[in-house]
């Protein structure tokens, strides 16, 4: 018999009311959380200890306490439960005395088929691929886990078949650490395979980054536009050069010193002519004079 048990609440990671409801499609959570909110606040001796013996005339006063505190306890549980539960669910459930039995009848009420839950776990994990998302680490643990639990469903998967199937469910850019595997002799465990992987996988995202800085950097051909080279291409550092000091020759055009226009001599012009006729000057003078 335990004696000077201490009871009550410490640190609470767990808000109560932040307990999703029983609905009936999440039991297995349920049941995580209040598990998790009786043991830290320390109200899960009845979950684990069976119920003390009947009081008698000779039981001790530390008996009589740690008896009416189990049974305390043991409401506290079974209230917390059917806190947690929406209306429909609780009604529907037979109330039990102990708080363990009460749980097992709400489990056996949502209990899953052990062959849909076989089924379920298979497909998982023969269709579950890395695609990059994530880590690799946190995909081989996934699948990790998918196993175990078809192990507790006694259809267990060698851990041999189960490091085939992770390497298969791999990206192409893996495949060489397939072939490595396949061609040597000794074997990985779950946990080397984890380490090698993890260490593929950053040189694979290294390597990835470095390229896509090396197309960055690097300028791309591109057609040029507005030139009468249609469909060539150029390069920008030609684009960017000077362009080449050539001039090119224009035909010799006459300019008339008087009226300052193109095409006609100074001798010639209309204007210079009535200039000297208006002074008086008939003789007629040379346009470059």
Request: aromatic share 8%; charged share 30%; hydrophobic share 30%.
């Amino acid at each position: 018999m335990q004696s000077g048990l201490k009871f009550g609440s410490g640190s609470v990671p767990l808000n109560f009311m932040n307990i999703e409801p029983l609905t009936g499609s999440n039991f297995k959570r349920w049941r995580a959380d209040i598990e998790i909110y009786l043991s830290v606040n320390h109200l899960d001796l009845p979950l684990y200890k069976k119920p003390p013996e009947a009081l008698t005339i000779a039981s001790t006063s530390e008996q009589q306490k740690y008896f009416d505190e189990w049974h305390r306890l043991n409401r506290v549980c079974k209230n917390v439960m059917k806190r947690t539960m929406s209306d429909s669910v609780s009604g529907s459930i037979e109330e039990k005395e102990l708080a363990t039995e009460f749980l097992e009848s709400i489990g056996e009420r949502f209990k899953e088929s052990d062959k849909a839950q076989i089924a379920n776990l298979l497909n998982k994990l023969m269709n579950t691929k890395y695609t990059g998302s994530g880590t690799i680490r946190e995909h081989i643990l996934k699948l990790v886990d998918y196993a175990a639990k078809l192990k507790t469903l006694k259809n267990p998967i060698s851990d041999e078949m189960l490091i085939h199937h992770t390497l298969n469910s791999l990206p192409a850019s893996f495949e060489h650490l397939n072939t490595t595997y396949l061609a040597q002799k000794d074997k990985w465990d779950i946990n080397e395979l984890i380490s090698i992987c993890v260490q593929v996988d950053e040189r694979i995202k290294k390597e990835k980054i470095e390229r896509s800085v090396n197309l960055v950097g690097k300028p791309k051909w591109k057609t040029q536009k507005g030139n009468n080279h249609k469909g060539k291409k150029f390069s920008p550092k030609l684009a960017l050069a000077p362009a080449p000091d050539s001039k090119i020759q224009k035909p010799y055009q006459t300019k008339c010193y008087f009226c300052r226009k193109s095409g006609h001599l100074k001798r010639d012009c209309t204007g210079f002519k009535a200039w000297l006729t208006k002074k008086g000057i008939h003789k007629e003078e040379k346009s470059q004079k």
